[in-house]
């Protein structure tokens, strides 16, 4: 691994692990190419540390960034010759306070941005997993990217959108379209307590719910099981 | 003080905008409010038919824009409330022709004079849509009780929410009670639990308001009629009265026989 992309409230984070540039961006490359639709259109912050980003290292990460309609938003470092060159090519050099996240600018997160998890692991007896949570109706031609899993309280409705990469628990109606482990991760779920979607997409499969009414709306789990996306009511779970 | 501005808005077209931004307005001034209603539906004007007014237009919106005329020259006076007033678009121009620090520079001088100011948004959720609503103090959002309709509002409603803030309520136009009894409508229950806003009309649908819109009658005047008295407790409701929704029934096997709807 020539580096870690954290998707985060403020933009998607790139640490490069390997001082070869050339390597991260290689790595960078195929990130994105995997997992294009999620990455498309977001931001990207580069957590240089104390690595030196010249004129050429940046002009070569805004190619690939562009191909992919991403933005290089902000360069963190701790080296003051890439302070400066990001300054001139206008790009900051510090987060602001303010959180507005890997959601599009039009719809702002009502949640604090997850704190690191490496940096607060060992103070939690209980790990587990940070999650976005989003109290609000997604309306129709609203969507929400998380690379994480996403918690939703209140409905999704059609022509909405949410894409996670992990699991995506909808607590109300979920009518519009759901992707849950978007970035390949097959053992991703999708709950609703009302599961009517367009259309429900875990990492690579794609399903449709049977056309026709249903009797009864029950909750329900959407999983992958033997290459296939299967939903299940909820009270007939073990 | 200055005026309320609201604006009419839907996403979809067609679904009775102008209708409605006519007989809210014709209902506030029957109610003795100063009214004035802006079209903003730029190169497609039709809020001055539906009032009956089109007969009576020298300026317009643009002429006032560009400079051609004072503001109290673009409007035209109502035949029937003296205190009533249309402010109409321009009819030979593109949507593009107004911009949004215009619209609301219009729309406050106009709250100045009036106790409300009516904005009918054109279709869509482009320029014009964004023009029409950036002054609005409150969006009502109209819906028919159809699929494509509700989804088209939902739109509206969220667009709203993200970009000005402004609070939205529910119309919900064209409702067919004996539909809704079969299953084969919508019922207004299943909009207003998809769309989350809260409602303010409910309008059954009446060959009447279309005719009365022909003649540049809006049926609000029609006091009789169920329609009209749907409209009239919207505007009640917009000054602030506790006006409880009139069940819609289904018109009856008699009043078929006599052809009264």
Known sequence: MALTLKGTQQGIVLRPLSDSWDDVLQGLENALRDAEAFFRGGRLIAEMGDQELTKEMLTALRAILDRYDMELWAVLSNNAETIHTARTHGLRTRLPGETVGVLPKDQPATVPIPPDTASSGGTRTDPGEYALVVQRTLRSGQSIKYPGHVILVGDVNPGAEIIAGGHIIVWGKMRGLAHAGALGDEHALICAIELTPAQLRIAGYFGRPPEGRRRKLVPETARVSEGAIVVEPWHTRE | ???????????????????????????????????????????????????????????????????????????????????????????????????????????????????????????????????ASAPAELVLVVANPEIASVRDADRVVGLLEAETNTPARLIINRIKPEMVQRKEMLAPEDVVDMLAIDLIGLIPEDPEILTASNRGNPIVLNNGSPAGKAFLDISRRLQGEDVPFAPLKPPSFFQRLLGSH
């Open chain 2, 1 to 131: 003080m200055a005026g309320k501005i609201i604006t009419i808005s839907s996403g979809k077209g067609g679904v009775g905008k102008t209708t409605i931004t006519a007989n809210i307005g014709l209902g506030l001034a029957m109610l003795g409010a100063r009214v004035i209603c802006i079209d903003a539906d730029i190169g497609l004007r039709n809020l001055d038919v539906m009032l009956g007014l089109e007969n009576r237009i020298v300026y317009d919106i643009i002429n006032y824009i560009e400079g051609r005329c004072r503001f109290r020259q673009a409007l035209v006076r109502d035949k029937r409330f003296p205190e009533l007033f249309m402010l109409p678009a321009a009819q030979t121009r593109a949507k593009d022709a107004i911009s949004i620090e215009q619209m609301k520079s219009v729309a406050h001088e106009a709250a100045q004079m009036v106790d409300y100011v009516l904005i009918d948004s054109p279709a869509g959720i482009e320029h014009g849509f964004r023009c």
